[in-house]
């Protein structure tokens, strides 16, 4: 299918989409790296009558230390994430994430702003923004305001961005001494959706885990913290008898969304076995 006849503008500043925003509303779309959108406007999922192409603000690109926190703009490309030293310095669990994003040539083209505020809980940087406590910079007609990720996806293909504003930016955190990060995701063939994945970090003292943190993806209708198996894991000292706990909790805590191939069982199966392997690696 081809989609349907839409007008074309490009952005000339973050003021200028969002007037084009306050006044075409829903007839219009923003683009960016266009991975997502192309697709469902070629299928007819979205029929806009408008195209606001965001792809020439500079200074929504880049990734760059301002102070304590590691600074990506949300027209950042998913390759750039990969390939940064920066990140793989200070945000590791981004660059052991990237390489699952579909294939390169998606990586090339789709925005790292994109993929956060489609919020699919089948991609991979919502699940690593919730599980590095990111905070989300916003842009609208009254101002910059920041959400924090855990705030931010509120359900399916849902978050925190309001009528005529747009995502700027996604700040996380610097890697702290002792922490470590993993990432893992099970699928089909690789460059498939995950039928299961979780990002982690935590600090490992040698005996103990602290500020555990386990983000699971494409378990539900966004990206899931697991509470309870984090509150076990860094209870007390790692032995098998609290891992076996923890499996327990987590095994009670989710409720996973069946898919055409995968019963909701084998979805928490593969989550526990991805919590298992995660628990192994922030400890080695």
């Known amino acids: 299918m081809k989609s349907s006849a839409f007008d074309y503008v490009r952005a000339e500043s973050p003021q200028h989409a969002l007037a084009l925003l306050a006044q075409h509303g829903d007839d219009a779309r923003i683009l960016a790296g266009g991975q997502t959108l192309l697709a469902s406007l070629n299928l007819r999922l979205s029929q806009p009558t408008l195209l606001i192409d965001i792809g020439g603000l500079a200074g929504w690109r880049g990734i760059a230390l301002q102070g304590a926190v590691l600074r990506i703009g949300a027209l950042t490309r998913h390759v750039e994430v990969e390939e940064s030293p ?44 919730l599980a590095l406590d990111a905070t989300l910079v916003i842009h609208g007609a009254a101002g ?23 995502l700027a930016a996604v700040e996380m955190p610097l890697l702290q001494p002792g922490e470590r990060h993993a990432f893992a995701e099970l699928s089909r063939r690789h460059g498939d959706y995950a039928v299961a994945g979780l990002a982690a970090r935590a600090r490992w003292d040698g005996h103990t885990l602290h500020g555990l943190r386990l983000a699971f993806l494409s378990l539900g209708d966004r990206p899931l913290r697991a509470r309870a198996a984090e ?14 706990a923890a499996d327990a909790a987590l095994r009670a805590e ?19 076995t991805l919590m298992r392997r995660a628990v192994r690696t922030l400890c080695t």
């Open 86 to 129: 920066l990140v793989a310095l200070h945000a590791p669990l981004l660059a052991q994430a990237a390489p699952h994003i579909a294939h390169r040539a998606i990586r090339n083209m789709g925005t790292v702003g994109g993929s956060l505020a489609y919020a699919d809980p089948a991609a991979e940087w919502p699940a690593c923004v």
């Open 144 to 166: 910059e305001r920041r959400v924090a990720a855990a705030d931010f996806f509120q359900g399916l293909y849902t978050t925190a961005l309001q009528e005529g504003e747009l």
């Open 231 to 244: 509150a076990l894991l860094q209870a007390g000292p790692l032995d098998d008898s609290r891992i076996a």
């Open 254 to 272: 989710l409720q996973p969304f069946a898919d055409l191939t995968h019963s909701a069982a084998a979805k928490t199966q593969m989550a526990a």
